[in-house]
């Protein structure tokens, strides 16, 4: 027998035309955020990241498991230590590990092992994902986790970029220095690191161009 408690599902419903207007609107929003790399000191108000990571948090997941923890971190000696560690890290993959397709592939977004946004963006989201949790008696394995995890960061992206904030979505490979500076427990593996804050004067974004509809969609 299930033991499922159910709650009523409280559901609005929209016009059609209400509707359009939202979606317009979200996506000229989400239109507008890019992966930034140069940042501004500027501190704005922490409760927007509470808020961020609330939302972040709805996210659905495999079994309901919420595989995450978001580390924000403030604090300048640890973005510090992060900075160089991320640098040292990759520094050696950009110029002994990555292979040159990949360099090649890296080249039109002019990015290098320099991270200086780590230090000067007034705060980093370092999101960790969790695999298992252990008790005394036994491991509790996780399911979808990326995926689940995935979902997560894009609504946190989606509410920053919603609060006026921008972002870099960034992965220093590897990344396990992370868990180690921040002091997480074995289970949580680092899943992508985000400086968050407004944008240095005058910054400028690679030229690329998003996939036409019809190429990544195909109604059948
Ligand atoms: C999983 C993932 C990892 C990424 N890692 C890095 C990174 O380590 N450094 C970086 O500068 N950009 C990184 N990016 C940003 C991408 O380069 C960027 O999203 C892509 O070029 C598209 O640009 P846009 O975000 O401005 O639309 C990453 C993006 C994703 C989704």
């Keep these: ?27 000229e929003l989400m239109k507008r955020r890019r992966s930034i790399r140069h940042f501004s000191p500027e501190k704005f108000d922490r409760s927007l990241l509470e808020l961020a990571v609330r939302t972040a948090g709805t996210a659905p997941s495999g079994a309901n498991k919420q595989p995450w923890k978001f ?26 590990r990555m ?40 491991i509790k394995k ?21 609060m006026g904030l921008v972002t870099l979505t960034h992965t220093p490979s590897p990344m396990n220095f992370l868990r180690k500076i921040l002091n997480r427990p074995a289970n949580e593996k680092p899943f992508l690191l985000i400086p968050v804050g407004f944008p240095a004067e005058n910054t400028e974004v690679p030229d690329i161009k998003k996939k036409e509809f019809n190429e990544i969609c195909e109604i059948i």
């Design 142 to 162: 996780h399911y979808y986790v990326n995926e689940s995890v995935g979902l997560a960061s894009g609504l946190l992206l989606a509410s920053l970029q919603n």
């Design 1 to 27: 027998m299930s033991k499922m408690k159910s709650v009523k599902f409280e559901h609005e419903r929209l016009s059609r035309e209400e509707s359009v207007i939202r979606g317009k609107s979200f996506y």
């Design 99 to 138: 292979p040159q397709s990949w360099l090649d592939d890296l080249a039109p977004l002019g990015t290098d092992w320099h991270k200086e946004f780590l230090e000067i963006a007034p705060y980093l989201i370092v999101v960790f994902k969790i695999d298992y949790l252990k008790t005394d008696s036994e």
């Design 71 to 96: 580390i924000i971190v403030e604090s300048p000696e640890l973005k510090k230590e992060i900075r160089i560690a991320a640098e040292k890290e990759e520094k050696e993959s950009y110029e002994q």
